[in-house]
């Protein structure tokens, strides 16, 4: 049986990280003052080897490693992990989510806890996510949260917002950073505008200023369109989306943010405009494209694939600030009157939540961990 030993097992993440790992029918053991053991059941947490790291509690944690037969590993309650291995399929779903700091590693500006944050990526490459009370993510991944907005708003960020960034600024005539005015005389086709990441895509895109031009497959959803701010609206499965949008825009689109570029290639070859570009960034409606080439070889038309976890690293950097930015300004907004209706669920009901995301649920999906 393997054993962890998990530093400041009593309180905060140092707890949090106890819990999951007995709960996982890991042995654990907790260094801390036995006056917090209140949470204890006894039955999988072996042993107390006492209070801060001193030559008792290194005896205490090797006791206890001999008698679970192999000690695997130390957790550090200020949420640096060395090398520990995690018990095998131990995963926290969710990338995205809001919260406070609690507890900060080795280097880290100690001011920062009890600042308000949000996260992205938490569960990328690593078992940590967000459908907890507590997560343990590197620095860079906990962005501080802008005073004008609510902890709901920050959990709704991450992914679609990451998303939306990389999808506009990747093509050749756009510039690779957003604020306001940056994409002034720009028009921008937001394929699905009323999904999570049209919605990024119309809300970031307007406070660019860029004309948006978007997408959607029913008077719901163009009601959604509009309240996030889009210009023109068009009813992909009762107009003639290319003719629509050569009206609005003769010389044809700057980028086409593609949630469905299987079915949409057609389309977007028609309302290309010079130097534009194609953001594919997901297969919703099939795997596999044939794309025209000789409409694509006139204006030069660039279509990129868009992965939000492997995008480049400045890439990425500069859309946390950016999108940090709009929300300073105001300009990133939840909720219907936003076009993002939101979806609420306990923790406790985690896999309904994630049913609602897999069944299509229009809008974002939040998880409550906690009452903030
Ligand atoms: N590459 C990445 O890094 C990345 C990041 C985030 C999400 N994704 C993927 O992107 C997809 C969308 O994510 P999401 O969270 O935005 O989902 P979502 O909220 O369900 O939105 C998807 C939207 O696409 C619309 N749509 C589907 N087919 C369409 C078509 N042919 N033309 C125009 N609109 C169409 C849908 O509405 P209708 O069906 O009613 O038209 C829906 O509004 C998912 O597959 C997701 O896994 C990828």
Known sequence: MDAYVVTGGGRGIGRAIAERLAAAGTVVAVE?????????????????????????????????????????????????????????????????????????????????????????????????????EYSVVPQRKAVLLPANASFQLGACLGVPFLTAHRCLTLGESMPDRLDQGALTGKTVLVQGGAGAVGNAAIQLAKWADARVVTTVSSPEKAQLAAAAGADDIINYRTQDVPVEVRKIVPHGVDTIVEVSVARNAEVDAQVIGMHGAVAIYADDGGTTVTIPIRPMMGPNARWQFVLVYTEPNDAKGAAIEDINAAVADGAVRIGAEAGLPVHHFPLADAAKAHAAVEQGITGKVLIDVADL
């Open 32 to 132: 801390l003052d036995p006056a917090g053991l209140d949470w204890v059941d006894g039955s999988r947490v072996r042993g107390v080897v006492g209070d801060a790291g001193d030559e008792a509690v290194l005896a205490g944690a090797a006791d206890l490693a001999e008698s679970a037969g192999r000690l695997v590993g130390w957790v550090n309650n200020a949420a640096v992990f060395r090398d520990v291995p995690i018990p095998a399929g131990f995963q926290i779903p969710n990338q995205d989510g809001s919260g406070v700091v609690d507890a900060v590693g080795n280097g880290v500006d100690p001011a920062v806890r009890g600042e308000r944050v949000w996260l992205w990526e938490a569960a990328y490459q690593r078992p940590w996510g967000t459908a907890a």
